[in-house]
């Protein structure tokens, strides 16, 4: 269903005790709630009987009022929820990295050191990361490096795809759920 919650446009599914809060890619490269990487995933999320949450960022405003956009949802997911997991798509996974330490997992699909105003930050909660292996915004290099950097408890996966994951968005889906399925039913509430 569609909703907006202090005027930030979403796509909100109630299905369950646990929901995912999906951070799309840049707003000025026609980034928004319906990228088809997110779609995928809250399909699966779906069929797991997870809740989800995709938005639009506001006005563009260099990243930081976007990290400021998914803290408003988060907050709202946070009334219902008792667990809660956060994934970004390329941009959108530098904003998550922002709001991870307030969720109890986080996933990172294609991550980005840093853009705009904004730099990937770290936290102490299971973290996940996708990896393009012909990514044309991240080398392959620099996307180890990154994830090397990120503490533990931490693991990745590398698809034999480009940074827009065509052909391999059912399985950068599956992936993606299986680890956040898992993640949820191992892990205690930490927050």
């Given at each position: 269903?569609?909703?907006?919650?202090?005027?930030?446009?979403?796509?909100?599914?109630?299905?369950?005790?646990?929901?995912?809060l999906l951070c799309p890619p840049h707003p000025?490269?026609?980034?928004?709630?319906?990228?088809?990487?997110?779609?995928?995933?809250?399909?699966?999320?779906?069929?797991?009987?997870?809740?989800?949450?995709?938005?639009?960022?506001?006005?563009?405003?260099?990243?930081?009022?976007?990290?400021?956009?998914?803290?408003?949802?988060?907050?709202?997911?946070?009334?219902?929820?008792?667990?809660?997991?956060?994934?970004?798509?390329?941009?959108?996974?530098?904003?998550?990295?922002?709001?991870?330490?307030?969720?109890?997992?986080?996933?990172?699909?294609?991550?980005?050191?840093?853009?705009?105003?904004?730099?990937?930050?770290?936290?102490?909660?299971?973290?996940?990361?996708?990896?393009?292996?012909?990514?044309?915004?991240?080398?392959?290099?620099?996307?180890?490096?990154?994830?090397?950097?990120?503490?533990?408890?931490?693991?990745?996966?590398?698809?034999?795809?480009?940074?827009?994951?065509?052909?391999?968005?059912?399985?950068?889906?599956?992936?993606?759920?299986?680890?956040?399925?898992?993640?949820?039913?191992?892990?205690?509430?930490?927050?």
């Open positions: 269903m569609n909703i907006e919650i202090k005027s930030i446009k979403a796509t909100y599914e109630d299905l369950g005790s646990n929901a995912v000025l490269m026609g980034g928004n709630r319906f990228d088809e990487r997110l779609e995928r995933i809250t399909k699966k999320l779906s069929e797991a009987s997870i809740s989800s949450l995709r938005f639009d960022y506001r006005a563009y405003r260099k990243g930081i009022g976007e990290i400021e956009d998914a803290k408003i949802c988060l907050e709202f997911l946070k009334r219902k929820y008792e667990k809660i997991a956060i994934v970004g798509y390329s941009f959108g996974g530098v904003v998550a990295s922002n709001v991870a330490e307030e969720c109890d997992l986080a996933v990172y699909i294609s991550a980005l050191p840093s853009i705009d105003s904004i730099e990937f930050r770290d936290c102490n909660k299971p973290k996940f990361f996708a990896i393009a292996r012909r990514d044309q915004f991240i080398s392959l290099a620099d996307s180890f490096k990154l994830f090397s950097s990120i503490s533990e408890p931490k693991d990745f996966v590398i698809l034999d795809t480009d940074h827009f994951y065509f052909g391999k968005f059912d399985i950068l889906a599956d992936k993606v759920c299986k680890f956040i399925i898992e993640s949820f039913h191992k892990s205690p509430k930490t927050i």
